[in-house]
């Protein structure tokens, strides 16, 4: 039995929703250890398609268990509407949803002092999402935050709530945002009690699995150039979306985890600000962008679209020491007549060595390409990869290279049988023997 880290290599959206969807059947458990309602994983099974933002995709399938890990920020208004959503449909959360009591909790005024932040910024904007993320983990590191085992005590809770909002009345419009405490101590303790049901010591729950042989497959949300500490900060979200986070956000420790599987789009796409070496802003960039419905699945933005980037998966093989690679979306590059993939950043005429810290560094990057001759045949839907064109596998070849990590499956749409296995002796087959 494997535990295995999934983690976005890029910018978010690199379809791990449906690759841990994919891997799921192999697995226990399924886990999700930062980010919050911001993440949005398109899951299609049967033509029939499930955006979930907070629950981990696991959940479509019978029999696994689904956790909400500590390093989770959990909205509970919009967890109660995801699992209503999912009831709707059929599909019971009920003795199969377990969230850590150590989550920190999402209350209105977070979301209101997200929205005044991110105004003010002006030109400056993050591109956060306004869900009330950010200004929760701010919570959650100054020590006044609210984790789901307080809010079933109505003291702590009342105190919490007020603490809280006195630490961000200059930044709310009115004072307490016009939030008034009775009225949300009343409301969350209602909420609480009806999630009562889902909460637990989740790193209890994991690690007695794992005693028990039990396997668990921990889903990151965003992606590697969005981490916190790792990516293009200040561009980036408020957790660690890296493999490390996997650790600190459920409390299983790193011995206990057997590989790390990152998860790349065959091109690149970043939705909000932030640079973007590689982005293409003409008629190509609109191309793969309608190509691949660019736009996020959970505030619909366009995402910016440009070549696979081998310097940031390089750089994210070494930060969550990738095992694997995943890559998505082969499809959308099927009419390209030329295909670049970017091997180096030139700054100032110099090649650089490493992934560069500063933004404005990065921002006067000039990528080095390498340029190849496109397929340009339909790859969409195939399923053995031996049925790809020749030049759609030198491709994912060039990708393994220069990536220097290598490339074990490969998805063509979609649906999860829209899935080629790259290579029948990956780590990824090892791990998961049927995977061949
Ligand atoms: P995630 O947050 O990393 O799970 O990514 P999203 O779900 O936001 O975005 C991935 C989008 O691409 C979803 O709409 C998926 O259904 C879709 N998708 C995933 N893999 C493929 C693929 O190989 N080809 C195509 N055309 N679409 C894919």
Avoid at 81 to 98: H, N, P, T, W, Y
């Amino acid at each position: 039995m494997s535990n295995l880290i999934v983690i976005g290599a890029q910018w978010g959206d690199e379809g791990k929703g449906k690759i841990v969807d994919l891997l799921t059947d192999h697995f226990d458990i399924v886990a999700r250890y930062q980010g919050g309602h911001n993440a949005g994983h398109t899951v299609i099974i049967g033509g029939k398609k499930y955006v979930l933002h907070l629950i981990p995709s696991g959940i479509l399938h019978e029999r696994k268990l689904c956790v909400i890990g500590n390093g989770v920020v959990v909205d509970p208004l919009a967890l109660k509407q995801e699992i209503d959503g999912l009831e709707g449909a059929g599909i019971s959360c009920k003795g199969r949803l377990f969230i850590s009591n150590r989550a920190h909790v999402i209350l209105e005024y977070h979301r209101l002092v997200e929205k005044r932040d991110e105004d003010g910024r002006g030109e400056g904007r993050i591109g956060t999402t306004n869900r009330g993320i950010g200004p929760t983990y701010e919570d959650k590191m100054g020590r006044r935050g609210l984790r789901f085992c307080d809010l079933l005590n109505p003291g702590v809770l009342r105190q919490g709530i007020e603490a809280s909002i006195r630490a961000k009345q200059a930044a709310l419009p009115t004072p307490a945002g016009g939030v008034s405490v009775d009225g949300l101590v009343a409301a969350v303790q209602n909420l609480a009690g009806e999630l009562s049901e889902y909460v637990t010591d989740t790193a209890e729950l994991l690690n007695r699995g794992i005693d028990e042989g039990r396997s668990v497959l921990l889903e990151g949300a965003q992606g590697t150039l969005l981490d916190i500490d790792h990516g293009t900060y200040p561009y980036v979200t408020a957790s660690s979306a890296t493999a490390g986070g996997a650790c600190t956000g459920t409390g299983i420790g790193p011995t206990r985890i057997d590989g790390v599987v990152g998860i790349s789009k065959a091109y690149t796409t970043r939705v909000g600000e932030g640079p973007f070496p590689t982005e293409l802003l003409g008629a190509l960039g609109d191309q793969i962008r309608t190509a691949g419905q660019e736009f996020g699945a959970s505030t619909g933005r366009p995402r910016r679209c440009g070549w696979f980037d081998a310097v940031v998966t390089r750089y994210s093989k070494m930060i969550n020491n990738l095992d694997s690679l995943v890559v998505t979306k082969l499809d959308v590059l099927d009419s390209l007549p030329e295909i670049k993939i970017c091997n180096g950043y030139r700054y100032k005429g110099e090649l650089l060595k490493s992934f560069p810290p500063e933004i404005e560094v990065l921002a006067e990057c000039l990528p080095e390409y390498v340029s190849v001759k496109g397929w340009n045949s339909k790859t969409a839907g195939i399923r053995e990869y031996g049925e790809l064109p020749q030049l759609a596998r030198d491709y994912v070849a060039r990708l393994e290279d220069l990536s220097q990590t290598e490339v074990s499956l490969v998805s063509t749409g979609p649906d999860r049988d829209e899935t080629t296995v790259a290579s029948p002796n990956s780590r990824l087959s090892r791990w998961i023997p049927s995977i061949r």
